[in-house]
Every structure is written in C-alpha cells, then in structure tokens.
C-alpha cells in the first residue's frame, strides 16, 4: 500500500515537473520567434510554434507537439529522480530511528 500511494504521488509529481518544462519551454519558443512564417520548435524538437500573417493583417498561430519522445523522457526521468529521493529519504528516517532506539538502550 505504501509502494502503491508513494508510486501515485510520484506520477502526479512527475506530471506537474513535466508540464512546467513544457510550457516554459513553449513560452521561451513563442517569444523567440520574431519572424511571421519561420517555424521554431522548443523542448528538443518536442514542440512547435509558427506565426502566419493573413491577409487582412491580423496573425494566425500554429502550435503543437511534433515528438512526443523528448516529453516522454522529461516526465521518465523526473519520475526516476522521485523515486531515488523518497528512497534515500525513506532510509534515513529508518537510520535515524534505530539511532534513536539505540541511544535510548
């Protein structure tokens, strides 16, 4: 049960790092491109932007996701680094209660 509650909260973590990643990056591509018709793309080829002008001069935007692959490694990797902090952290609490236990003996 505890694997099972330490295993959700590390997907939600994972999810809200990774999502933060993917709108800064996407925020950093939208302000980067200056120029209507030239294509950029953020987050390792992940993302896209490209603004067009019409032609009654208003701006379209087009955006999306092109490679869900570099999103997919953001959200593994942070979701491994979870995982090893709450380990470490479990075994510490463990390693200073037998101290503890040990001191008061």
Known sequence: MKWLL???VGMTVSFVVTMIVVVASFITTMFSASETGV???GL????????HAKPDGATAL???VSNGAPI???FA??????????SVLE???L???????ANQD
């Open 6 to 8: 330490r295993s959700i």
């Open 39 to 41: 294509r950029k793309s």
């Open 44 to 51: 390792f080829g992940a993302l896209f932007f490209e603004p």
């Open 62 to 64: 087009e955006i999306g």
């Open 72 to 74: 997919a490694f953001v």
């Open 77 to 86: 990797a942070s979701l491994v680094f979870y995982v090893a902090v709450a």
């Open 91 to 93: 075994r510490l609490k």
């Open 95 to 101: 390693h200073k209660k037998r101290l503890l236990q």
